[in-house]
């Protein structure tokens, strides 16, 4: 069973940035399309950000132009840089792979724990 381990989150001010890292096993990565989820407080888990096997990359509109999505050339790891955050960009953040190519697509496999990501000066 793959697992994903996601890292990286914290507290940071209103307009910083953060980096968050997704492990999963060997190879796992680069395999599958992938993607970036966030749940905040009270609210439904939400994809962001996804990035296909061959490496194109696409953003929900309440990130793009500020978050990335990429990989490294193992395949073993996913990261979202994040930029500009604000303070609604607070949530739990979650990687997988979704089960389809909506926008609205679950995990396919069994959740981590997520990184906690809190904006707040």
């Known amino acids: 069973q793959v697992q994903l381990v996601e890292s990286g989150g914290g507290l940071v001010q209103p307009g910083g940035s953060l980096r968050l890292s997704c492990a999963a096993s060997v190879g796992f990565i680069r395999l599958y399309d992938m993607g970036w989820y966030r749940q905040a407080p009270g609210k439904q888990r939400e994809l962001v950000a996804r990035?296909?096997?061959?490496?194109?990359?696409d953003y929900a509109d309440s990130v793009k132009g500020r978050f990335t999505i990429s990989k490294n050339n193992a395949g073993n790891t996913m990261y979202l840089q994040m930029n500009s955050l604000k303070p609604e960009d607070a949530a739990v953040y979650y990687c997988?792979?979704?089960?389809?190519?909506?926008?609205?697509?679950?995990?396919?496999?069994?959740w981590g724990q997520g990184t906690q990501v809190t904006v707040s000066a």
């Open positions: 990035i296909t096997i061959g490496g194109s990359t």
């Open positions: 997988n792979r979704p089960t389809s190519s909506r926008w609205s697509a679950g995990g396919s496999l069994p």
